[in-house]
């Protein structure tokens, strides 16, 4: 078996049976990672609560991550913890994101439009959706104790990823985050789960992924796309993204449209819309880049009061956008801007 690595933190907070909580996704590194940790964990006598926690993302998972997991579980025979974001899925938190974007722009509380889909440096996905929902579950279920938190990341996966360390302490002091296989191989993690009996989750095996998370995800890369989109379940899912690209005019993967990987999926009407959105994108863009670097939105935002020049650029692309897009935007001209500007800086000095 492939030996796990640890650190003189980690170390001593499972000599003191520390609760462990293994997040499980139904990818091949986080079920490598639950039974390595498993293993380890029985070595040195550990008796402290273990358990398996799953955030459930809704329609954008595989049909069969939960049942991964679930079957993970009972292979170990502990808890499998299910959570999910009270307000909605995935695909709701994006849909919220554009809806709230839009009433943001037409009542000028921001100066461009925001788009709806999470992106690599903006992995709210992550954040939101299991991050934060994990650790308020784990703080309720072991009020008062330091949680030991695995995770599957392994630095083999990026350049990012690679320059992570093996254990680091939360943000908050009350829980650590562990990752035990980030010396591991692709093939070591296959390796580990094929000695288990447990086989993977069949994304790989039946449908070709090289990565397991959403089905359609802002990391994923040209062929796994491909391979998602082929897949019978993905496809409502798909058609639902294709019509958030086209009423937004942003594609998935910025200028990689979802549209464009399986078009033959999308009717004749629908790729007309698309190829109507991916003008009106070009269109979007062109007229905010007339917006200087000294207008764009900053914490704080206002800051201080256009010039009339400024406003009048402001006006122009406000007017252009709400066009393009079909927006019902207020403050379309020099004199109204300016008084929402100095409506806005009032308020910021009431509070």
Known sequence: ????????????????????????????????????????????????????????LGSVEWNESLPVCRRLAAYLGVELIVVSRKAGGLLERWQSRWESSVRRYENLETVTLVLPWSTPSMRFCTSELKTHVIAAELRRRF?????VNVTGVRREESAARAKGSIASRDADGKAWSWRPISDWT????????AASGLSPHEAYTRFGMSRVSCR?????????MAAASA???????????????????????????????APHLLSNYVRAEVTQAKHRAAERVA???????????????????????????????????????????????????????AELMAQKVAA
């Open 287 to 341: 007229l905010e880049k007339l917006i200087t670097e000294e207008m764009l939105y900053v914490k704080g935002w206002p800051t201080r009061m256009l010039t009339d020049a400024e406003a009048t650029t402001l006006a122009k692309v406000r007017k252009g956008v709400s066009e393009l897009i079909g927006l019902r935007s207020r403050y379309l001209d020099v004199a109204s801007i300016h008084g929402r500007y």
């Open 186 to 193: 692709v093939a070591q993690v296959f390796e580990r789960i």
């Open 143 to 147: 009020k008062g104790q330091t949680v």
């Open 231 to 261: 897949a019978p379940e993905s496809h409502g899912l798909y058609r639902n993204m294709v019509d958030m690209e086209i009423v937004s005019t942003f594609g998935f993967q910025g200028s990689r449209w979802l549209a464009d990987v």
């Open 216 to 224: 359609f995800c802002i990391m994923s890369n040209a062929s796994d």
């Open 1 to 56: 078996m492939s030996a796990i690595v640890s650190t003189a933190e980690i170390d001593a907070l499972l000599a003191a049976d520390s609760p462990v909580a293994i997040g499980v996704s139904g990818g091949k590194d986080s079920q490598a990672a639950a039974l390595a940790t498993f293993d380890h964990l029985d070595s040195i006598g550990h008796r402290g609560p273990r358990v398996l926690i799953h955030s459930d």
